[in-house]
């Protein structure tokens, strides 16, 4: 049976038949005539050695709706931008490719620190937020859809479906994120799982009745890096600059968006991408690092409309996410067995005591530095602090593509 429920504060738009993608491709063509579509694909070099880029690259090719593909190049010298510029030429929408840790970019984000915008390290918040202003810069797009390239599945009709509720005229929402399932022969998607879906529901246990996390517990996969919106949403949003950036885009979205313009969508069957390592020694690394960011982003979010955060509200919260997440495991346990999925309990055991170091570490900072504000200015701001940043942004792109 097809699972057409409708909960939480947002539309969910599923996947209840097979549609022809020829059809849906068909109609978005249509629509890009009046709203042209960008595509962001945030890339770092190791990406290459995988096999869900080159995939991405097939399908993309027999795509004709887009206006532009920008891929942001990360984590890159000299020559690995030279590799990627080689590896995407081949795609006919003749991507724009922007080196993120480049001189010519170095130059701009010190310009910008001048007048105390501070953009943060390299890393995937900045790198979106980039291709949103280069974007902004080019004038020619009404759509931004963004999604990793890493995705070992992918195929068109995920890129048409994210792409659907924020282009077509006849919807027209102002921000659409995407969602899927994360089952092989065993239940993925660890952080979700285990941390930030226990988190919020520990949350709204020790806060009480929350109109913002309400709003997260809303969508069905919140660390899907895939969403799409209007062109005037991105100049407005603030983008974190750290591994927060999936929950602080929604939280930016809460802000600036009436929810009855935000959507999720059913993207996929199957989804599978690279899987981050759990290391239980290092909170600064993998999955830690990841649970310790989203945590402060929720937790700087919610002082922002008001919650008073104490060092006692802590204690209570890490005591509620134990139990609710040993709830959560049960579910999960039983779900595994009635469809007969591998599940280790004490391994889901041992990695939910394991987030709760994220909770830990991210209450500490948070209240050593209450006010740190982590998230990048929005383009507004950075144009009214720098007029010509839209002339610098195109000049540096197209210099770095002559080298």
Known sequence: MSDFFQNGEIATFHKLKHRDLIVLERELEEASKHRPISLVLPYIPLELQGSGLPRIARELREVNYLKNVIVTVGRADSEDYKEARRFFSGLPQQPKLI?????????????????????????????????????????????IALHDCDIVTYDRELLARLCYPVAHPNI?????????????????????????????????????????????????????????????????????????????????????????????????????????????????????????????????????????????????????????????????????????????????????????????SASQQYLQTPLEVPYIANWNRVASAVPAIFRMLLEAVEADSRM
């Open 172 to 360: 027209g929402f102002e921000f659409c994120k995407g969602y899927y399932s994360r089952v092989t022969d065993q239940l993925h998607g660890r952080v979700t799982r285990l941390f930030v879906s226990p988190l919020l529901r520990s949350l709204k246990a020790t806060l009480g009745p929350n109109p913002f996390l309400d709003y997260l517990d809303s969508f069905r996969y919140i660390l899907a890096g895939e969403f799409s919106m209007d062109i005037e949403l991105a100049r407005r949003l603030r983008i974190p600059g750290d591994w927060g950036i999936e929950v602080g885009v929604l939280a930016e979205v809460h802000r600036n968006c009436v929810l009855s313009r935000v959507c999720q969508v059913d993207l996929s069957d199957s989804y599978e991408h690279k899987h981050q390592p759990l290391t239980l020694e290092d909170p600064e690394k993998g999955l830690l690092k990841m649970g310790t960011d989203i945590a402060k982003c929720i937790f700087r979010n919610l002082a922002s409309r008001g919650y008073i955060l104490t060092h006692e509200f802590f204690i209570s919260l890490k005591s509620c996410y134990l139990r609710i997440a040993q709830d959560f495991i049960a579910r999960y346990e039983h779900d595994s067995v009635i469809n007969g999925l591998k599940y280790d309990r004490h391994r889901e055991v041992s990695q939910s005591e394991a987030f709760l170091r994220c909770i830990e």
């Open 99 to 143: 080196w993120c840790t480049g001189p010519r970019m170095q130059a701009i984000y010190d310009r910008l620190k001048q007048e105390g915008i501070d953009v943060g390290e390299d890393g995937k918040g900045r790198s979106a937020w980039l291709a949103y202003g280069y974007i902004l810069a080019l004038e020619n797009s009404h759509v």
